[in-house]
């Protein structure tokens, strides 16, 4: 039912990190972004969705990641959707990484990470969005930040939290894209990462938190 919605609407990426042995991460979505787990990332964790067996993947805070090749719709340029399901284990090392793709203090790369507080930030070009105090938690929590070319907005559990006004650079960086760091590592779990080369809207949100919830 999930794997289903999110299919629906296109996704250019789609890591349900659901494998239960080796070190192929699959991309659902069919356009061949698989990623390779590094580190000695824990999988068969237990998975976001209710009523799914999906597992998920548990990122220990010192080494681990799923590393994504770049290709260019990868980049987010013009309008995106970033999605994914998140929990906390413990606060580990400073603004610990949810991805990163390159240095999102330039116009090249882009990152999510936590604070202290639980926000989570998205940073490209040293412009940032952010989602509100206590977003991530110990439980699981959906998150969604969109960009449609003139504001970021973050969604926690299916419920707009934020809008930001922001103007992003063109990005023309090559480096790989990282799930589970940013310019630190993050000690969580994460299921169910989806990349879209548009902003989904507040009604699809809605409708995948649902399908998922």
Same mark, same amino acid.
């Given at each position: 039912?999930?794997?289903?919605?999110?299919?629906?609407?296109?996704?250019?990426?789609?890591?349900?990190?659901?494998?239960?042995?080796?070190?192929?991460?699959?991309?659902?979505?069919?356009?061949?972004?698989?990623?390779?787990?590094?580190?000695?990332?824990?999988?068969?964790?237990?998975?976001?969705?209710?009523?799914?067996?999906?597992?998920?993947?548990?990122? #220990?805070?010192?080494? =681990?990641?799923?590393?994504?090749?770049?290709?260019?719709?990868?980049?987010?340029?013009?309008?995106?959707?970033?999605?994914?399901?998140?929990?906390?284990?413990?606060?580990?090392?400073?603004?610990?990484?949810?991805?990163?793709?390159?240095?999102?203090?330039?116009?090249?790369?882009?990152?999510?990470?936590?604070?202290?507080?639980?926000?989570?930030?998205?940073?490209?070009?040293?412009?940032?969005? =952010?989602?509100?105090?206590?977003?991530?938690?110990?439980?699981?929590?959906?998150?969604?930040?969109?960009? #449609?070319?003139?504001?970021?907005?973050?969604?926690?559990?299916?419920?707009?939290?934020?809008?930001?006004?922001?103007?992003?650079?063109?990005?023309?960086?090559?480096?790989?894209?990282?799930?589970?760091?940013?310019?630190?590592?993050?000690?969580?779990?994460?299921?169910?990462?989806?990349?879209? =080369?548009?902003?989904?809207?507040?009604?699809?949100?809605?409708?995948?938190?649902?399908?998922?919830?």
């Amino acid at each position: 039912m999930y794997a289903a919605t999110v299919l629906s609407d296109s996704p250019i990426a789609y890591w349900r990190l659901g494998e239960s042995s080796g070190t192929s991460a699959a991309d659902s979505s069919g356009n061949g972004h698989g990623g390779t787990y590094t580190g000695g990332v824990t999988l068969n964790a237990a998975g976001a969705l209710f009523g799914d067996p999906d597992t998920a993947a548990r990122f #220990d805070g010192v080494n =681990d990641s799923v590393q994504v090749s770049d290709a260019s719709e990868l980049h987010l340029n013009s309008d995106w959707t970033i999605e994914f399901w998140a929990r906390q284990l413990s606060y580990a090392n400073t603004l610990p990484g949810i991805l990163e793709k390159g240095d999102s203090t330039g116009p090249h790369g882009y990152a999510i990470w936590a604070d202290s507080s639980g926000d989570l930030w998205f940073q490209r070009h040293n412009r940032e969005a =952010d989602s509100g105090n206590g977003a991530l938690t110990s439980s699981y929590r959906y998150f969604v930040v969109t960009y #449609d070319g003139t504001n970021a907005r973050w969604y926690v559990d299916g419920a707009l939290r934020s809008t930001t006004p922001i103007n992003l650079p063109t990005n023309n960086g090559s480096a790989t894209l990282e799930l589970g760091r940013a310019a630190s590592y993050g000690n969580d779990e994460l299921d169910e990462v989806a990349i879209y =080369d548009s902003a989904l809207s507040a009604a699809r949100v809605s409708a995948h938190y649902a399908a998922g919830s």
